[in-house]
């Protein structure tokens, strides 16, 4: 007896829905693996990813974590890993970690991937292994058109004088800096920093603790390495004291001073930001955000560079995973993008 075999699957056994993210599923009756339509969504991302900034593969059957990995790695450059991290996360598998740590009930705003310093991934992929029963987006931006977006004068202050960002690690309120750098060795660190062009300093807790404090100047805009398009590109708003509720700024500056908060940002030479300036920042990204619902089984593709993302509030249990790819480093600090030197 003769067995049929299932015939390859084309371009034409998939719908693809143009805009951001664009969305690629099977057409209906296609039954397809995520790995059955590998070389397909290759095809598609090589052609559409760097125009749209942004693609959600959705009906595929994706059976672990492990082929969730895979897919990532088949776009030819090797996973990478959460270097330098701002926020908690796990790693899950290899090169696939847990999405950021954060309290269910709170919101992530938007944001791209390290924009907080000088070398980041240009490829990021989100997996939903578990929709949340409530909530739980993943919300994405159009960072071109946030640039866009902003009074000129503000783009072209930041652009010039660039951000500062300053990080007083452990101290009970932030990442240690061991989990942040994954060492536990000063030395390590210490050439870590030497590398990436950061300025660190020790100091002793009145406990006995070793402190650790960095600053970092970075772009507040960029210029996409291949597109050539300029993109807002930092996270001056999630850095900056006023992301907290006043009365937790109160509290971590009565508790440690305002020189020691974890984290806060000021323009490149070290002024600080006007808070109108925040509040448009604010505003713009509230207004370009992009939501679309989980389905168990999705996975997203952005341009981190091109693409910000978020995340909202959810209820019950979700697990989204992250992987990303190709490191980017930026040139000469005093760029900002636009090749103009730095001022205050």
Request: hydrophobic share 40%; aromatic share 10%; net charge negative.
């Given at each position: 007896?003769?067995?049929?075999?299932?015939?390859?699957l084309?371009?034409a056994?998939?719908r693809?829905e143009?805009g951001?993210?664009?969305v690629?599923?099977?057409r209906?009756?296609?039954?397809?693996s995520?790995?059955?339509?590998?070389p397909?969504?290759?095809q598609i991302?090589?052609?559409?990813?760097?125009?749209?900034?942004?693609?959600?593969?959705t009906?595929?059957?994706?059976q672990?974590i492990d082929a969730?990995?895979?897919f990532?790695a088949?776009f030819?450059?090797?996973?990478i890993?959460?270097?330098?991290?701002s926020?908690?996360r796990?790693q899950?598998?290899g090169?696939v970690?847990?999405?950021t740590e954060y309290?269910?009930?709170?919101?992530?705003p938007?944001h791209?991937e390290?924009?907080?310093?000088r070398?980041?991934p240009l490829r990021?992929w989100?997996?939903c292994?578990?929709?949340a029963r409530?909530?739980?987006a993943t919300?994405?931006a159009d960072s071109?058109?946030?640039?866009?977006?902003?009074?000129?004068a503000?783009v072209e202050?930041?652009?010039?004088r660039?951000?500062?960002?300053?990080r007083n690690f452990?101290?009970g309120?932030?990442l240690p800096w061991?989990?942040a750098f994954?060492?536990?060795?000063?030395a390590?660190?210490?050439?870590?920093?030497?590398?990436r062009?950061?300025?660190c300093e020790w100091?002793?807790?009145?406990?006995g603790?070793?402190?650790l404090?960095?600053?970092?100047?970075c772009q507040?805009?960029?210029?996409?390495?291949?597109t050539g398009e300029?993109?807002w590109?930092?996270?001056?708003?999630?850095?900056?004291?006023?992301s907290?509720?006043?009365?937790?700024q109160?509290?971590?500056?009565?508790?440690?001073?305002p020189?020691?908060v974890?984290r806060?940002?000021?323009y490149g030479?070290?002024?600080?930001?006007?808070?109108?300036?925040?509040?448009q920042i604010r505003?713009?990204?509230?207004?370009?955000r992009?939501?679309?619902?989980w389905?168990?089984?999705?996975?997203?593709m952005?341009?981190?560079m091109?693409?910000?993302?978020?995340?909202d509030?959810?209820?019950g249990p979700?697990?989204?995973?992250?992987a990303m790819?190709?490191?980017?480093?930026?040139?000469?600090?005093?760029?900002?993008?636009?090749?103009e030197p730095a001022?205050c």
């Amino acid at each position: 007896m003769t067995m049929l075999s299932t015939p390859p699957l084309a371009l034409a056994d998939l719908r693809v829905e143009p805009g951001l993210p664009t969305v690629v599923s099977p057409r209906a009756g296609a039954d397809a693996s995520l790995d059955d339509a590998t070389p397909l969504l290759q095809q598609i991302a090589e052609e559409r990813l760097e125009r749209t900034g942004g693609l959600l593969f959705t009906g595929f059957r994706i059976q672990s974590i492990d082929a969730f990995q895979s897919f990532a790695a088949s776009f030819g450059h090797p996973l990478i890993g959460y270097e330098f991290a701002s926020t908690p996360r796990s790693q899950v598998h290899g090169a696939v970690y847990t999405s950021t740590e954060y309290p269910p009930h709170r919101s992530i705003p938007l944001h791209n991937e390290q924009s907080y310093t000088r070398e980041w991934p240009l490829r990021i992929w989100f997996h939903c292994a578990l929709a949340a029963r409530s909530g739980g987006a993943t919300p994405i931006a159009d960072s071109r058109a946030i640039y866009r977006a902003f009074d000129p004068a503000l783009v072209e202050r930041f652009a010039s004088r660039e951000l500062l960002y300053v990080r007083n690690f452990g101290q009970g309120l932030d990442l240690p800096w061991e989990q942040a750098f994954g060492s536990d060795d000063p030395a390590v660190v210490e050439r870590i920093c030497r590398a990436r062009g950061i300025q660190c300093e020790w100091r002793d807790s009145e406990d006995g603790e070793l402190l650790l404090r960095t600053r970092e100047r970075c772009q507040a805009v960029a210029r996409h390495p291949r597109t050539g398009e300029n993109v807002w590109f930092n996270q001056a708003h999630l850095f900056h004291l006023s992301s907290l509720d006043e009365d937790m700024q109160q509290a971590l500056i009565d508790s440690v001073g305002p020189e020691n908060v974890p984290r806060n940002v000021y323009y490149g030479c070290g002024a600080p930001l006007e808070a109108d300036a925040l509040a448009q920042i604010r505003g713009v990204l509230d207004e370009q955000r992009i939501a679309f619902p989980w389905q168990t089984g999705d996975v997203l593709m952005l341009d981190n560079m091109l693409t910000a993302h978020a995340r909202d509030p959810f209820e019950g249990p979700r697990k989204v995973v992250v992987a990303m790819a190709q490191t980017y480093r930026t040139g000469d600090v005093g760029d900002g993008g636009t090749g103009e030197p730095a001022w205050c």
